[in-house]
């Protein structure tokens, strides 16, 4: 059974960056492709961001330019580095295959407020 584990969040000040970690056991996620999902209070969870087995990447347009998604399959690992973070952005973080196919980690909280 694939476990994700995300790490990364905290608490951020507007216009701030944090790097988001995904590390995953129990199965490669070099054959996957991954994506960054986040969940605000009272929303539904939403897709930002994804990456192909191959690098390319797609971005949600209110993160776009300012979310970078990336992996490294040797550490079997994906990213998410966000910069010029607002408050719009506050919610627990989650990664995932592409298609939800494994069972999801327990997220990681990100808050941006002054």
């Known amino acids: 059974q694939v476990q994700l584990v995300e790490s990364g969040g905290g608490l951020v000040q507007p216009g701030g960056s944090l790097r988001l970690s995904c590390a995953a056991s129990?199965?490669?996620?070099?054959?996957?492709?991954m994506g960054w999902f986040r969940q605000a209070p009272g929303k539904e969870r939403e897709l930002v961001a994804t990456?192909?087995?191959?690098?390319?990447?797609v971005y949600v347009g209110s993160v776009k330019g300012r979310f970078t998604i990336s992996r490294d399959n040797a550490k079997n690992t994906v990213y998410l580095q966000m910069n010029s973070l607002k408050p719009e952005d506050t919610a627990v973080y989650y990664c995932n295959t592409a298609s939800q196919s494994f069972s999801w980690g327990q997220g990681t909280q990100v808050t941006v407020s002054s």
């Open positions: 129990g199965s490669s996620l070099s054959f996957n492709q």
């Open positions: 990456i192909t087995t191959f690098g390319s990447t």
